[in-house]
Every structure is written in structure tokens, then in C-alpha cells.
């Protein structure tokens, strides 16, 4: 079936470190894929998204390519920073399904100072 | 306004209590959502209400009860809840809930505890 997989956290780096966070998919057809943030205490946030092969999303320093052959879209950030510190959650969402986002596991973040 | 919110912000009930709770979009969404998330995994999709009409059930217990009285508003019903039923419970809304490109706008969430 449809699903994403999610690199195991928690993942922990110094300040100013290079991150990446991969994810994989599977899934029937082209799905839309989004990674959202999830700070401690708060709701989810879109992050950034990529709606077709090839685009690159990114937001906030943060960048994520939409990889058909590889059925990836690793977020990466060059220089991370205390305030990043959250979980994130990569996700896809289908043409044929549009209402229902299917979700990773989550990859927890932690930054030192 | 790109806001989403969610009340109360935190609620402790008992396992006879009858309680709602609310949420509220001023963006023209006109796909709402209720998830339930257990701490360290992701949201679960509970229901999805499409133009105001309930169009997902996730096979949820009855002992919640969604209700979308007009296209900004959602809540939710809870009555004779379980102590596994605690967790954090977000709402959310989207644009079209047609449109497989449109990302979900998330509220804070209510953190309900049952007792």
C-alpha cells in the first residue's frame, strides 16, 4: 500500500551543522509531497512541499527535492540553528484520495547550542 | 488571516462527562479535519468534513461526535470517553478537499486528558 518511511530519530547535531533527514516513498500514481514541522506544544506547520518530479521546495533555509526515480524527498537544511529543534513529518497525499494525508513516523530533532 | 484555532486549549474529563470541542477557520477552507495524536507519532485522521457534509468516517467510535454546523466552524462531541482516548486532538482545514496539491493549515490542538 501507500506509505513513507522516515529516517529513526532522535536525531541529535550541534548548532550550525549540516542536516539531512531522508524520506522515502511509496505510492500508486504521483503523489504531492510535504514535509510539516511540529515544535513542542503546537499543531503542525507546512514546512514546504513539492507537487510534481523535479520541483524543489524550500522554506526557512530548508530544501527538499522531489526525486521520481528515487521515490525521495530527503529535507536539508545547510546550517542549522537552537530554534529548529521540533519533529518533522514527511507526507504525501494522492490524486485519489486528496482528503487523506498519509504520513511518516516523524524524525525528532534536537539541536545543542 | 491563515489561523486556525482550537478551544479549549486543554481539558481534563471524566469518563461520564459530556464535552465538546470547537474549532474555527476564517480562510474560506472548505475541507475540515479532526485527527487524534498519540505522543511521539503522527496524527491520525479521525474525520473529514467536504462543503459541510461528512464525507470521511475513520471508522472512529461513536463516543465522538463531529459536527460542522457552518463552513468555518468544526466540533467535536465526547461522551462516555475511555482513559485511551487521551491525547492531543488538531484540527485542520484545507482549500479543496479535491485538490491532492493543497497542503492542510493545522490548529494548536486540544490536549484532552480522561480520567
Known amino acids: 500500500g501507500d506509505s513513507v518511511t522516515q529516517m529513526e530519530g532522535p536525531v541529535t547535531l550541534s548548532e550550525e551543522a549540516f542536516l539531512t533527514i531522508n524520506c522515502t516513498y511509496t505510492?500508486?500514481?504521483?503523489?504531492?509531497l510535504f514535509w510539516y514541522v511540529q515544535y513542542p506544544g503546537e499543531g503542525l506547520q507546512l514546512l514546504l512541499k513539492?507537487?510534481?518530479?523535479?520541483d524543489k521546495g524550500s522554506n526557512k533555509g530548508f530544501e527538499a527535492t522531489y526525486r521520481k526515480e528515487t521515490t525521495s524527498f530527503h529535507l536539508e537544511k545547510g546550517s542549522v540553528q537552537v530554534s529548529d529543534s521540533a519533529v518533522y513529518f514527511c507526507a504525501l497525499c494522492l490524486y485519489s484520495s486528496a482528503s487523506k494525508i498519509i504520513f511518516g513516523s516523524g524524525t525528532r530533532l534536537s539541536i545543542r547550542p | 488571516d491563515t489561523e486556525v484555532t482550537q478551544t479549549p486549549k486543554h481539558l481534563v474529563m471524566g469518563m461520564t462527562n459530556k464535552k465538546s470541542l470547537k474549532c474555527e477557520q476564517h480562510m474560506g477552507h472548505r475541507a475540515m479535519y479532526w485527527y487524534k495524536q498519540k505522543a511521539k507519532k503522527p496524527p491520525e485522521l479521525m474525520f473529514v468534513y467536504s462543503y459541510e457534509k461528512l464525507s470521511i468516517n475513520e471508522s472512529v467510535p461513536s463516543r465522538f461526535s463531529p459536527e460542522c454546523p457552518n463552513s468555518s466552524l468544526l466540533n467535536l462531541h465526547l461522551h462516555a470517553l475511555q482513559p485511551e482516548d487521551s491525547a492531543l486532538y488538531l484540527c485542520a482545514s484545507s482549500q479543496d478537499p479535491n485538490a491532492y496539491y493543497n497542503e492542510q493549515f493545522f490548529g494548536p490542538g486540544t490536549r484532552l486528558t480522561v480520567l
Open positions: 505510492a500508486t500514481g504521483y503523489p504531492s
Open positions: 513539492a507537487t510534481k518530479a523535479d
